[in-house]
């Protein structure tokens, strides 16, 4: 598998493929098996999971998917009935979608209400001018990359289906988000509309939650560690303890973000203000990689697929200006 | 004692559960294996949240 630490649309791609071959495969397994107790026909079924081999799929295929197995797993047979028919009906996605959380049906809003964040964490609808000037620093990031770092901009659009934009709690004694990615929405990540002010903020925020879809998707061919969920770290970007395979995304993903603002100023599309604030970002990530790759080093119990992961990313960290 | 149909599935056969056959995860936990029945222990997602005034966040 290519695990270089260089972005690019074709590995994008391909991982999303392998992705989707994986759920297709799942599908005619579990359509096969209980297909008649949760009424999957089996024409249906057929063509649903040849259009998930051939075509991009939005990230409620997955999410539903999870819910239908969790679902017999507890053998709510209505509720896995009602998820095997959203599978079977629903439509292939086209291009990468940039969305509020709630500019959908109630059941997708839901959906990823409960499989991105916690129940007590706060995620509204954002108003409608912070929506549009969030989706606006969405677009102006994409076209920044575009200028400076294409072939990240190729591999965010080639990894995310969709970017999920919503608003985060302003009271400072609550819990709050800037991004979110969840392992069982493959392709989506959740931003919080008031979690980035500035356009360079915005491309490394779309650099740092694709990079956690990407180590999903290498994922794919098995863990990255094999500590103890139980055991927990110090992160390098988050105030509480974390298992050490969300100290291993953090690390990981603070190198995607110092590979970007490097990129960028290296490519000369920044302005003045944005070139002042890349130098301390570039700072402020090569300690913070610093910081949690020692935590890697010395807790992680990483496998041959996360070491050579780790390895690039230090190797370009050690390279790096 | 009848059977549901969960006991018709090879769990470790299906995206995401063989991180769980292994009592391993990649973010979200689904489950692990105890004689021979999954169990889920965890409902979905990755707690990526942070405080505010953490930049970025992970």
């Known amino acids: 598998m290519d695990v270089t630490f260089e972005p690019s649309a074709a590995r994008g791609a391909a991982l999303d493929e392998q992705m989707r071959l994986r759920l297709a495969d799942t599908l005619d397994y579990v359509f096969a098996q209980v297909g008649d107790a949760i009424g999957a026909d089996v024409t249906a079924a057929a063509d649903v999971t040849r259009r998930i081999r051939h075509e991009r799929q939005s990230p409620h295929m997955f999410g539903a998917y999870y819910e239908m197995v969790l679902a017999i797993e507890e053998e709510r047979i209505d509720d896995a009935r009602d998820l095997a028919r959203e599978i079977l009906t629903r439509s292939s996605a086209d291009a990468l979608h940039i969305r509020a959380i709630d500019d959908r049906s109630a059941q997708e809003a839901g959906r990823y209400r409960r499989m991105f964040l916690d129940s007590e964490i706060v995620v509204n609808q954002p108003e409608p001018a912070l929506l549009e000037r969030a989706m606006g620093r969405i677009r102006s990031a994409f076209a920044l990359l575009d200028r400076g770092f294409p072939e990240m901009a190729g591999e965010v659009r080639a990894l995310l289906s969709e970017i999920v934009l919503a608003a985060g709690s302003i009271d400072p004694k609550t819990m709050t988000f800037d991004g979110v990615s969840a392992y069982m929405l493959w392709g989506a990540v959740l931003l919080n509309a008031r979690g980035q002010t500035n356009v360079l903020d915005t491309a490394q925020a779309l650099a740092h939650e694709s990079g956690h879809n990407l180590l999903f998707g290498y994922c794919n061919s098995g863990p990255l560690i094999e500590n103890d969920d139980d055991e927990l770290f110090s992160s390098p970007l988050r105030q509480d303890p974390r298992p050490m395979d969300g100290v291993v995304h953090a690390t990981y993903v603070t190198a995607r973000m110092h590979q970007t603002v490097s990129r960028l100023l290296e490519a000369g599309v920044l302005d003045g203000e944005q070139t002042e604030a890349a130098e301390k970002d570039l700072t402020l990530h090569r300690r913070n990689f610093e910081s949690g790759d020692e935590v890697v080093r010395s807790g992680a119990k990483l496998t041959p697929l996360g070491h050579e992961i780790m390895k690039s990313a230090r190797a370009y960290i050690a390279a790096a200006a | ?58």
Request: proline share 5%; no cysteine; hydrophobic share 35%.
């Open chain 2, 1 to 58: 004692m009848q059977q549901g149909i969960s006991s018709k599935l090879d769990w470790s056969r299906m995206l995401g559960f063989e991180q769980v056959a292994a009592e391993r995860t990649v973010n979200a936990k689904l489950g692990s294996k105890v004689g021979g029945k999954p169990v889920i222990s965890a409902k979905v997602g990755v707690k990526i949240g942070t405080k505010p005034g953490f930049k970025p966040t992970t």
